[in-house]
């Protein structure tokens, strides 16, 4: 979950306002005395802890809060609308150029993830149904080149490479070119990282901005780093004036001091953050949601939006009857776990529902091979049986267990389970028709 230690601590310092009636000053004092501790854990800029710290006290010993119903609610309001502040209010999209090619400078320190991340960018680009081209300009660390190319052929975009015997100004001159006659919208360089900042770096990427003109030259930063990514990014403004921040690792266990610091210290946004390690996770950056997330309020926005983007319409609509007409078969439970799959690792889709914090997580483990397991199950029934579970008799659940290398406790587990939903279903759509029979309104499933 993002920032688990950080939202933990802040909504345990947070909660202990809600349940009174009124607040005094010593209250707010205490709350906010842990609220900095918490920051600062996290490893944000202590001055942009000073200034947040201020500016959620003013506010929360204000009159609107001190004379509320709700001023612990206030208080909580407050944070979040500050914390979204904190992180840059609204989404900063890419700047696109009004004539194509628009042209992406990547820059970043060794490590952080930032090839892998050029190709999760040209993969989310494709989405949009931009035809991007990416561009080899590392020469310096080997096989980076072949790592950009194979990168390349995963998300399926063209990649421009001269080798590395050229200069990477020149690459990156006759890739505009190359772009511009294949027509490819969008030029991705993928530029040389380094093991740490140093003006020969600085001057060959600043090089190559002069001469490719980019619309956006983007920092990417392993959030893992906490204040050091905050530093390189401090740097990197300086020396080439970059137009924004992806933050990478940001599922992984990052405290958190990146994502708060970066924009009050940069003054540029996170344009987009990495949530895992496959090419479609890549997330556009929302400050307002990331903060609702923080604070354990989930993020019901992101969480409709995966579903919309993985989710087959037509397919839902089919499910919904088959439940109506009690024809769920296992072919249908299979088809759900895959479409359950790819909205992606279910610590991160119930970190997004409201009131699920990192207490509700402990000990949950719905990992792959989980779901692997009950897929091998089901694969190992006939059509007949899939149909039909209640034809499946001892005889038949050793062989569904030998073929699918787990033994009849678990496939009599899933054949339970499978009941059990059945049965849940049969009472959700019963209690419809009696809704619809006093006249009230039905009720959609999905």
């Known amino acids: ?125 494709k989405k949009q149904n931009k035809r991007p081209l990416l561009v080899a300009c590392d020469v310096y660390r080997p096989a980076a080149i072949k790592q950009l190319e194979v990168v390349g052929e995963k998300v399926n975009v063209p990649v421009f490479s001269m080798g590395d015997k050229i200069n990477p100004v020149d690459i990156a001159k006759a890739a505009l070119e190359h772009g511009k006659r294949n027509g490819n919208d969008v030029i991705i360089v993928d530029t040389a990282g380094r093991l740490h900042i140093d003006e020969e770096l600085m001057d060959e990427i600043r090089n190559i901005h002069d001469a490719v003109n980019p ?38 266990d990052a405290r958190g001091g990146a994502a708060l610091s970066i924009r009050a210290v940069t003054e540029k946004p996170i344009k987009f953050a990495g949530m895992g390690e496959k090419f479609d996770q890549l997330e556009p950056f929302h400050p307002d949601r990331m903060a609702s997330r923080i604070l354990g309020m989930g993020d019901v926005l992101s969480l409709i939006e995966k579903a919309q983007a993985s989710i087959d319409a037509k397919k839902a609509m089919e499910l919904e009857q088959k439940i109506r007409n009690q024809e769920f078969s296992f072919d249908d439970f299979l088809d759900q776990l895959e479409q359950m799959k790819s909205l992606g690792p279910i610590d991160q889709l119930i970190g997004m529902i409201p009131g699920m914090n990192s207490k509700a997580l402990k000990g949950l483990d719905v990992n792959e091979k989980d779901i692997n397991r009950i897929k091998a199950i089901i694969q190992s029934m006939t059509k007949k049986e899939r149909d039909n579970p209640d034809i499946i008799d001892s005889s038949r659940r050793k062989r569904i267990a030998q073929g699918s290398g787990t033994s009849v406790q678990e496939v009599n587990k899933i054949l339970k389970q499978f009941k059990e939903t059945k049965k849940m279903m049969k009472r959700f759509t019963d209690m419809e028709k009696t809704m619809k029979k006093k006249g009230k309104f039905g009720f959609p499933f999905f």
């Open 215 to 252: 619309n956006e030259v983007l920092l990417v930063l392993d959030a893992m780093t906490g204040q050091d990514a905050v530093n390189v990014a401090e740097t990197f403004n300086e020396k080439l004036g970059i137009t924004g921040v992806i933050l990478t690792k940001l599922d992984g």
């Open 1 to 125: 979950m993002v920032f688990e230690s950080l939202s933990e601590k802040l909504q345990n310092a947070l909660g202990k306002l809600k349940g009174k009636g009124k607040l005094s000053e010593k209250d707010v004092d205490v709350a906010m005395r842990e609220v900095r501790l918490a920051l600062l854990e996290a490893d944000v800029n202590f001055k942009v802890v000073k200034d947040f710290i201020k500016k959620v006290k003013e506010r929360a010993i204000g009159y609107e809060v001190m004379e509320s119903l709700t001023p612990g609610q206030q208080v909580i309001k407050i944070v979040n609308e500050e914390l979204t502040n904190l992180m840059g209010e609204k989404e900063a999209k890419l700047n696109f150029a009004s004539t194509p090619p628009t042209v992406i400078l990547m820059c970043g320190l060794q490590g952080a993830g930032k090839t892998t991340t050029t190709g999760k960018l040209a993969f989310n680009l």
